[in-house]
């Protein structure tokens, strides 16, 4: 019996990984993004874990499954996922996505449709090798919640950039976003994320905040705003995070600290920064996030049937 294989094309976006399943993912039959991603949760969580997890994978990676369009004016139709899930949308997993296109002759530069579970964004290949996401249109639902933790009172907004943000300014949090010190905000982050639920502290119609956002004075120049991003499996995110920076752009310009077209730059906790912008929206705005991917990889899985951690190692 041969082996099941899946192609995969590796990348990081400002740090942060997207593994790019080309060929070999499950046949998850016609429809949406939002429609096979619910036959991909119900029928092929296996796949997700083997793609994502040891031994094949590590905590922080991103899983991209590459499909063919609903719509035949798209480039792409992608459904994103972790070490844990899936995700609603990633815009460094779309900047990785473009890249692998340009990389594989599969998109030309300029403009391209790429349909995602949460609904159609834009990418733009640049002739400057970065890739500019315009994504889903991104809103702030709550403002200034506190929350009970461990740690004491912390207030945020909520809002919608792609995934669920809780967003905290440095005057509430406090912590120093260094490097140094990704052990400790990921415990302080994680006391945020578990408090949240049992306050009964949602996005629209229940929805579970899963990504939490700390702010902080920038450590470069060039910069508006540093930050660290605990993302849904415990893991931060290596990038400045694109659905969180939108929803950070939704938050500044409910708070007119934002105008039309105006640039935000954002930096990570590794230093590295994603180019930011809105248009406004009469709910919030449409945000266009850019930043640069790199190829890493270029690789075969092998699923065997008889290897124990056919399926990754789960937690
Ligand atoms: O860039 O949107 C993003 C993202 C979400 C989770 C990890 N990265």
Not at 78 to 107: D, K, P, Q, S, W
Not at 116 to 145: F, K, M, Q
Not at 216 to 221: D, F, Q
């Amino acid at each position: 019996m041969t082996t099941p294989t899946v192609r995969v094309i590796d990348s990081h976006t400002e740090g942060e990984p997207t593994r790019v399943v080309v060929a070999g993912g499950p046949e998850l039959g016609p429809g949406t993004a939002a429609q096979r991603r619910e036959v991909f949760l119900e029928q092929f969580d296996g796949f997700r874990s083997a793609v994502c997890n040891e031994p094949r994978g590590f905590d922080a990676m991103v899983g991209a499954l590459l499909l063919p369009p609903n719509d035949p004016r798209a480039i792409a139709q992608v459904i994103f996922f972790n070490n844990v899930a899936c995700l609603g949308m990633c815009v460094h997993g779309t900047i990785g996505v473009g890249e692998t296109l340009r990389h594989l002759g599969r998109a030309t530069s300029g403009r391209h449709r790429v349909e995602t579970p949460v609904g159609d964004v834009t990418i733009d290949l640049r002739a400057d090798g970065s890739v500019a996401v315009e994504n889903v249109e991104s809103y702030r639902t709550r403002r200034d919640v506190a929350v009970e933790t461990r740690f004491g009172k912390v207030a945020g907004d909520v809002a919608w950039g792609g995934n669920w943000f809780f967003l905290v300014s440095h005057e509430q949090h406090r912590q120093e976003l260094l490097a140094s010190r990704i052990a400790e905000l990921t415990d302080f982050t994680w006391a945020i994320r578990e408090a949240l639920p049992r306050q009964g502290i949602t996005g629209t119609d229940g929805a579970e905040i899963d990504h939490i956002e700390l702010f902080g004075p920038p450590l470069t120049a060039h910069a508006d705003s540093r930050n660290f991003v605990l993302c849904p499996g415990r893991e931060y995110d290596r990038s400045p995070c694109g659905t969180g920076t939108s929803a950070k752009m939704a938050c500044l310009a409910a708070d007119g600290k934002l105008r039309d077209g105006a640039t935000w730059r954002q930096e990570s906790i590794l230093g590295t920064c994603f180019t930011g912008s809105v248009r406004a929206t009469p709910r919030g705005v449409i945000p266009t996030v850019a930043g640069r991917a790199w190829i890493t990889a270029e690789s075969t899985l092998r699923l065997g049937e008889d290897d124990p951690f056919r399926e990754g190692i789960r937690k």
